[in-house]
């Protein structure tokens, strides 16, 4: 079997407007505080005391900022790569996709 074309999985037309803040999270790198436009694929999940957390990697500084949970919908959650610190127990268990990703925090 042979791949001709591959689509990027999108759940639906999602948008949402955030600023880089490095919200609720230790991160090697400052917040930039740019303005941005996020859809589906760019929400990630991160855990941290047991639960997980969700926000994006900014695409100018490499910072996590956390987003309030209530503003993502559930279906996002549900597919989004997870992400962490290298090093850390939760790493280990990532996908090769997902410490690749990982790499920046």
Same mark, same amino acid.
């Given at each position: ?24 999270? *230790? ?5 930039? *505080? ?27 500084? *490499? ?43």
């Amino acid at each position: 079997m042979k791949v001709l074309e591959k689509e990027n999985y999108k759940v639906r037309d999602w948008k949402l407007k955030v600023e880089c803040t490095g919200n609720l999270w *230790h991160n090697k790198n400052k917040p930039c *505080h740019s303005i941005l436009e996020l859809e589906d694929g760019d929400i990630v999940k991160r855990e941290g005391l047991g639960e997980f957390s969700y926000g994006f990697i900014c695409c100018e500084c *490499h910072c996590f900022t956390e987003i309030a949970p209530k503003l993502i919908p559930d279906e996002i959650k549900n597919y989004c790569l997870q992400v962490a610190a290298k090093g850390s127990d939760a790493y280990s268990k990532l996908s090769e996709e997902e410490k690749k990703l990982s790499e920046v925090l």
